[in-house]
């Protein structure tokens, strides 16, 4: 895309995003000084103050690195499990009851048993993560084995190709599509599912030293009753959704250019 064509487009995307901030910042101005309202000016300078410290970015790291490990989790038991029920139709029976049974529990019911079990820090918030990170992989890996063409499984038995190489070269590369996006969709949902478990491990230890995010915002919230910083930390989440979301697509479009 050309530089005259990229300004028209950026320019339009940026329009109601601006208008909403001035509106924004001219309601806070009619607020009195002492009012803890956030309004962008405050924000911006919490946001400075947070980033200077180090406190952001260290908070910040430490949520990606729980998602990235409890993602790699679901991401490996999602597959696993998915492969073999979407290519075997007596596997799929037996495990779909289970997998439907579980779904639909919500990540954050299961923290008391995270927190009985593992205590309140990184191992509960991990266990919180792969959980809800975990069946967004296994349904669409079930779903891409499945409508991989029977055919080529077929052909490549005839030429006596073993399982796992045919598991390997023919059945994952067909469903990779469906796998990838699970893994997008997985990764929204671990990154979510972070904030989540942070905050409420956050209340359990009161305040805790589990760090993370969404640890901080608690603290702003319970402690310092800082909305400002509580907005800044929303709006850094929603910006490092926002790249995850991007990075896979890019990916996606990298690795499987055949798709379409």
């Known amino acids: 895309m050309n530089r005259q064509a990229l300004l028209p487009r950026l320019a ?34 919490a946001a400075i103050t947070l980033v200077a410290s180090g406190d952001l970015p260290m ?17 490996v038991l999602g597959v696993a499990i998915g492969a073999p029920m979407g290519s075997s139709r007596r596997v799929r029976e037996n495990l779909d009851p289970i997998v439907e049974s579980f779904r639909p529990i919500a990540p954050m019911a299961i923290l008391p048993i995270a927190i009985l079990w593992f205590g309140t820090g990184t191992p509960s918030a991990l266990a919180i993560v792969a959980y809800a990170a975990f069946f967004p992989v296994l349904v669409n890996t079930v779903h891409g084995v499945s409508r991989v063409e029977r055919r080529l499984v077929q052909a490549a038995q005839t030429m006596g190709v073993p399982r796992l190489t045919i598991l390997r070269h023919v059945v ?89």
């Open 172 to 260: 994952l590369p067909g469903a990779a599509p469906s796998i990838l996006l699970g893994a997008r969709l997985s990764m929204g949902v671990a990154w979510t599912a972070i904030i989540a478990a942070e905050l409420a491990v956050g209340a359990k230890s009161g305040g805790g030293t589990s760090g993370g995010i969404g640890q901080m915002m608690f603290i702003f919230y319970s402690y310092s009753v800082d909305l400002n910083a509580i907005v800044v930390c929303m709006v850094v989440v929603g910006l490092v959704a926002l790249l995850i979301d991007r990075i896979f697509r890019a990916v996606e479009a990298r690795v499987i250019r055949w798709k379409d």
């Open 12 to 45: 339009q995307a940026l329009a109601l995003p601006l208008v909403l901030l001035l509106a924004w910042q001219a309601w806070a101005m009619t607020l009195p000084p002492e009012s803890p309202a956030p309004a962008p000016a405050r924000v911006v300078a």
């Open 59 to 75: 908070a910040l790291v430490q949520s990606l690195g729980r998602v990235l490990a409890g993602f790699a989790i679901a991401l």
